[in-house]
């Protein structure tokens, strides 16, 4: 699923591990005018590309995109982790009653 959702947004925004970066970073600045990304980088060619991609933003069209693939990822992962970590908190102190 994961795989599958990946390799729309690469189709979409390009392959490279840049591409794929500049997505991510973009996505979390996204409506958040006080964002802060941290993000690590190999060698000077990464720093220059991520700085240059800084003013190439996200439209609003690219967010939709975005939310629409990995909405079943989103939706998978919360599935399997409510059933890999049982009933949550507020169910539990309602089971012993």
């Not at 959702?5 to 973009?26: E, M, P, T, Y």
């Not at 996505?27 to 190999?42: D, E, I, P, T, W």
């Not at 800084?54 to 609003?60: C, E, I, R």
């Amino acid at each position: 699923m994961v795989e599958m959702a990946v390799a729309r947004i690469r189709q979409k925004f390009g392959s490279a591990h840049s591409d794929l970066a500049r997505v991510a970073i973009q996505y979390a600045f996204h409506g958040a005018s006080r964002a802060v990304a941290l993000a690590g980088f190999r060698n000077a060619e990464q720093i220059t590309k991520a700085l240059a991609d800084n003013g190439d933003p996200l439209t609003d069209q690219d967010i939709r995109f975005l939310l629409q693939v990995m909405s079943p990822v989103r939706e998978n992962v919360t599935t399997e982790s409510s059933l890999l970590n049982g009933p949550t908190q507020k169910n539990r102190s309602t089971d012993h009653q």
